[in-house]
């Protein structure tokens, strides 16, 4: 049997199929006597469930980055909401019912009121409160968490999988994962592309349960499940995955080679990171430099405004390890689907077009000057250069560099030392596009930020579904402003890269560099594909 889907990673896996499923938990409900020895049961399944939301998100921190270990914390903080303690205590008081009921009444409760609000950010919250009630009622029944999971690494199928399960995955016993559901640019695909899993997502899984156990190819390329294949097939695919592990293992000769193609046109190459923990994948992968180093990881992470030190310590951190390679921090790039409570945000009909970034950022000095001073003294420790997002106009570059003059002459001040750092801004808008001319003669460089100029140029969120099928990367709109960024830039003596996913690309890679780009930067594991790609263009050949 043959089925198709859409590609998330590619690579080839043969394997037996195994079905994730979602534990259903069968809760009855049950009279109870003594009501405050069960709220006090529920007290401490919840305390438990936190402890297990802990380690998942040391293990995440580890493998996936800060941004992407997230949902663990505000699951907990889900966990430690008032409303929905109250709730379950209330009714186990009142009602004289088990913990079990009292909480999945009220996670079905809760879920249903997210799924009827109108703001999509809080609708998506709904499955959220589904996940921590489950994970409560698992430890009220004894439940091992998770699926068991044999000796034989397995090809995993499963309706859907969120970016929390597949972190819970031990990746050396999955082969590959198949879901009905998902996005080709939703967080989770982006995640699965980070934890180099081939995957596919939109596959006709009818007969879920009855693939369980049987024989699979999955082709991460061509975007295929074989179940049950003939010998001719299964063969074939042998041999592919053989060819296809011998080039993974051809990459690895490619550390320590330059990023120049066969023509001798040279191009930096670096890395994208989400925490100081990912350096090591960076230097492991053989990156020029950091490209791109989301700085907001410190606010997230945090229950308050992180300190200039605690700023300081993370940007020296890298800095250090980096031993002069260039770190481009990007300044605190939080609102729309980065939420922070304590920042007090209020709710926005359109986050993604609102109060975000440099806005946040040129509106609250307090805070921007705080990241900036820890930002220069990092610099006398490497090679930083900094980096704004969504800017829009000449007029919020000269106030960022009016900020930037104060905040050198307080540290001059206070004898503390820094270096000087280049600046430059993220070209993620249409708008800094079409006045790219004017944007280059205030700063040293561009890094367009492909993901939001995409979405913002075609007016399409890349994290809906069902716009997928017209979402597209390859716009011919898109790679024009690309270009017309490059030629103006370059014009200035500004140069110009990209840090978005569209880098990592290969199959834009030699337009790329007939553009004229000077950089590019990419997950780590993309390093040595692109590399590779590089090496083997000859921009002289028309």
Wanted: hydrophobic share 40%; glycine share 6%; charged share 30%.
């Amino acid at each position: 049997m043959l089925l198709k889907g859409k590609s998330v990673f590619g690579g080839i896996a043969i394997g037996r199929l195994s079905v994730y499923g979602k534990k259903d938990h069968q809760v009855k409900r049950i009279k109870i006597h003594d009501t405050e020895a069960e709220v006090i049961r529920f007290t401490s399944a919840r305390e438990k469930a936190k402890d297990q939301l802990t380690v998942l998100y040391d293990k995440a921190l580890k493998e996936v980055g800060e941004v992407n270990a997230m949902i663990f914390e505000v699951h907990k903080m889900m966990l430690d909401d008032l409303d929905y303690i109250e709730s379950i205590t209330n009714m186990i008081r009142s009602q004289e019912v088990n913990a079990e009921f009292a909480t999945a009444t009220t996670g079905d409760n809760f879920a249903g009121m997210f799924s009827a609000m109108e703001d999509e950010y809080m609708r998506e919250r709904a499955a959220d409160v589904r996940d921590i009630s489950n994970r409560v009622i698992s430890v009220l029944q004894g439940a091992s968490e998770g699926k068991e999971m044999g000796d034989e690494p397995v090809i995993l199928l499963a309706e859907d999988l969120a970016p929390s399960e597949t972190v819970q995955l031990d990746k050396s016993k999955v082969l590959s994962f198949v879901t009905r559901k998902g996005s080709t640019n939703s967080h989770t695909a982006i995640l699965a592309r980070t934890m180099n899993i081939p995957a596919l997502i939109g596959v006709s899984l009818d007969n879920l349960e009855e693939m369980d156990g049987k024989w699979g190819i999955v082709d991460g390329y061509e975007g295929t499940l074989y179940v049950e294949p003939d010998r001719e097939t299964l063969l074939r695919y042998e041999k592919l995955k053989e060819e296809d592990e011998q080039k993974k293992r051809l990459l690895q000769e490619l550390k320590g080679k330059d990023n120049v193609t066969l023509d001798g046109k040279k191009i930096h190459l670096y890395a994208n990171i989400g925490s100081v923990a990912d350096v090591a994948n960076v230097l492991a992968n053989d990156a020029g430099g950091i490209g791109l180093f989301r700085s907001e990881f410190l606010f997230l992470e945090s229950e308050d405004f992180p300190t200039e030190e605690v700023q300081f310590n993370a940007y020296k951190t890298v800095a250090e390890n980096m031993a002069g390679k260039k770190v481009i921090i990007r300044t605190l790039d939080i609102g729309a689907d980065k939420q922070v409570d304590y920042f007090g945000l209020e709710k926005e009909e359109n986050p993604a077009m609102g109060y975000r970034a440099i806005r946040i950022c040129l509106d609250r000095k307090e805070i921007f000057k705080t990241q900036l001073r820890a930002i220069y003294r990092a610099s006398y420790y490497g090679t930083i250069s900094i980096m704004f997002p969504m800017i829009i106009s000449v007029r919020e570059v000269k106030e960022i560099k009016e900020i930037i003059a104060e905040v050198k002459a307080e540290l001059d001040q206070e004898n503390l030392p820094y270096k000087d750092a280049e600046i430059g801004i993220m070209i993620e808008t249409p708008a800094a596009v079409m006045i790219s001319d004017l944007l280059a003669k205030e700063v040293d460089f561009f890094s367009i930020g492909t993901n939001d100029l995409t979405q913002y140029t075609l007016a399409i969120d890349r994290q809906n579904p069902k716009l997928d099928s017209i979402y597209d990367s390859h716009h011919e709109a898109v790679l024009r402003m690309l270009k017309m960024v490059v030629e103006n830039g370059h014009k200035e003596d500004c140069w110009v890269g990209i840090c978005g996913e569209l880098g990592a690309d290969t199959t834009l890679t030699e337009e790329f560099l007939r553009m004229g780009f000077d950089e590019l930067s990419v997950t780590p594991s993309m390093i040595l594909k692109v590399r590779d790609k590089i090496r083997s263009v000859n921009l002289s050949l028309k």
